[in-house]
T-cell receptor, first 113, second 117 residues
Framework: DAGVIQSPRHEVTEMGQEVTLRCKPI?????LFWYRQTMMRGLELLIY????????DSGMPEDRFSAKMPNASFSTLKIQPSEPRDSAVYFC???????????FGSGTRLTVV | AQTVTQSQPEMSVQEAETVTLSCTYD???????LFWYKQPPSRQMILVIR??????QNATENRFSVNFQKAAKSFSLKISDSQLGDAAMYFC??????????????FGKGTKLTVNP
């Protein structure tokens, strides 16, 4: 298995632009998670899905952030409009429901200038 | 709310020596998982070891072992025979084992481990 695949690996965009981050979970995993990592706040859970259904989005910072999971093999995290304070590394992870640890993707480093 | 605390922002160890990273957590749950993740400079998050709270035996994975003290809510990671490739950020994490409950993995702030040759 190729693991959790995220794209792009790096993204630099201008303030106000729309940004879309993509994730392909491990085949057979039924839970998917989006995390954000910054020096100040560490690793924060933004949202997670179980069987493609959003379960908890309480970590989504504000309405500028949205996430979708149209099928079991694909998820997106969109920021519109982007702001400099959104600069961070965004991780996607997947797991089997209630089976312990996650498998993380390599992350997307987002820089908003 | 569950919290995870790593009190050592940075640690260093000599190559081939042993180092212990500390972690404490706060929860009212009786069943849960605990994890240690490693994040090298490549930024990939790698699962090092996991422990189910109902198991009294401490988990071991090659040179990595844990000291799980449930009553004290302590979960330390011991790295034996440290290697240069062990240099990384290490994160302690907690997840409840509640049937149908939250899948949230709660992370500590991390400990940066330096291995000196």
């Amino acid at each position: 298995d190729a693991g959790v695949i995220q794209s792009p690996r790096h993204e630099v965009t201008e303030m106000g632009q729309e940004v879309t981050l993509r994730c392909k979970p491990i085949s057979g995993h039924n839970s998917l998670f989006w995390y954000r990592q910054t020096m100040m706040r560490g690793l924060e859970l933004l949202i997670y899905f179980n069987n493609n259904v959003p379960i908890d989005d309480s970590g989504m910072p504000e309405d500028r952030f949205s996430a979708k999971m149209p099928n079991a093999s694909f998820s997106t995290l969109k920021i519109q409009p982007s702001e400099p304070r959104d600069s961070a590394v965004y991780f996607c992870a997947s797991s089997l429901w209630d089976r312990g640890g996650y498998t993380f993707g390599s992350g997307t480093r987002l820089t908003v200038v | 709310a569950q919290t995870v605390t790593q009190s050592q922002p940075e640690m260093s160890v000599q190559e081939a020596e042993t180092v212990t990273l500390s972690c404490t957590y706060d929860t009212s749950e009786s069943d849960y998982y605990l994890f240690w993740y490693k994040q090298p400079p490549s930024r990939q998050m790698i699962l090092v070891i996991r422990q189910e709270a109902y198991k009294q035996q401490n988990a071991t994975e090659n040179r990595f072992s844990v000291n799980f003290q449930k009553a004290a809510k302590s979960f330390s990671l011991k790295i034996s025979d440290s290697q240069l490739g062990d240099a990384a950020m290490y994160f302690c994490a907690y997840k409840p084992l509640t049937q149908g409950g939250s899948e949230k993995l709660v992370f500590g702030k991390g400990t940066k481990l330096t291995v000196n040759p």
